[in-house]
């Protein structure tokens, strides 16, 4: 069986470079959202996905009454390109061990076992973080409430399709606050924890 | 300026064993309340220190409104003896580094910049570590409720003394779920996160 860590975080946390740095140290596969769904896109294999997904699945993957109460059909749409995601996810996840940041990962995989990772960061600190990854725009304010508002949408995403809470400890392996600290030394700590 | 690792845990998680674990591999002093109030209780500076705090501490460490709200005496008791502990905890944080289990130390210690773990378990887990641990008495339902009512006391206790929630993420800087985990393997992992 392939063992696997999944990265779930608050946006500007940093979790995506810890992510990213430990699948290196492990020397093992990494994935996140982008390459998921480029995946998911390219692949004939998940054209295939896409089209018994669209053509079946849907209705089985969700409760009735959840289902109509979808009015705008971006939110089908949605709903149709994630679970294509989650079968690309799936299957790497299979082929080899690997890092997932993101998409749920923990939940979908549960039956997997992987080790499930949080990770977090105080307010200054994650809009350090993302002013120096090259967000420039706007104010410092202006960036909090734009990283809150994703991580909100992150949180209602993950608690409509996992039935959990998006952050809750008990959910996760192990929650790390980044504030103030090295990733590097993050990633080697999670690889030391890991193995 | 020394070093130091506060450890907050659920009752039953393995969190002392592994905070002495990692004191043992960092070559570190370990404290946890049993020795912080042999120390407390059996030196003559600590004897000094709790007639100090008898004598002129207590008003100043709490405001009026809650002083006045106690009622029981064992609570004065109670604030004499954890305000002694805290001083005896100070002062060996200050002489070495030090990993310190319980007694707020994350609060207590804050601006000596501890490392701030917390460990928490499922409640299968807890028990299963308990019985583990030697405590035969009672059902495990009974054990469970046992194990809910003294968490519950020490989040009170936390809560009161630091005006945190105690086992909020955003007061640690590792939080890890020991659930089916080597003790032995987190603390390895911890040494790691904090070099």
Chains 1, 2 share one sequence.
Not at 82 to 96: G, N, P, T, Y
Request: aromatic residues 8%; proline residues 2%.
């Amino acid at each position: 069986m392939t063992r696997i860590i999944t990265i779930g975080r608050e946006i500007g946390s940093g979790g995506r470079t810890i992510g990213r740095k430990l699948a290196e140290k492990l020397g093992i596969a990494y994935y996140d959202q982008e390459v998921i769904s480029e995946i998911a896109k390219s692949t004939a294999q998940s054209q295939l996905y896409v089209k018994n997904v669209m053509a079946s699945r849907l209705e089985s993957l969700f409760p009735i009454h959840i289902m109509t109460s979808f009015a705008d059909p971006n939110e089908e749409l949605n709903q149709t390109i994630f679970a294509a995601q989650r079968d690309v996810m799936r299957e790497m996840a299979l082929m080899s061990d690997c890092v997932i940041v993101g998409r749920c990962a923990d939940h979908v995989l549960k039956d997997l076992n992987p080790f499930r990772v949080f990770i977090y960061a105080d307010e200054e600190s994650k809009i350090a973080r993302s002013r120096a990854a090259g967000y420039t725009k706007g104010t410092d304010k202006e960036l909090k409430a734009e990283l809150n508002k994703i991580d909100k949408n992150k949180a209602k995403f993950y608690n409509f399709y996992t039935g959990q809470k998006w952050g809750a400890m008990e959910n996760y392996d192990v929650c790390i606050n980044a504030t103030g600290k090295e990733l590097d030394d993050i990633a080697e700590g999670l690889a030391k924890l890991f193995r």
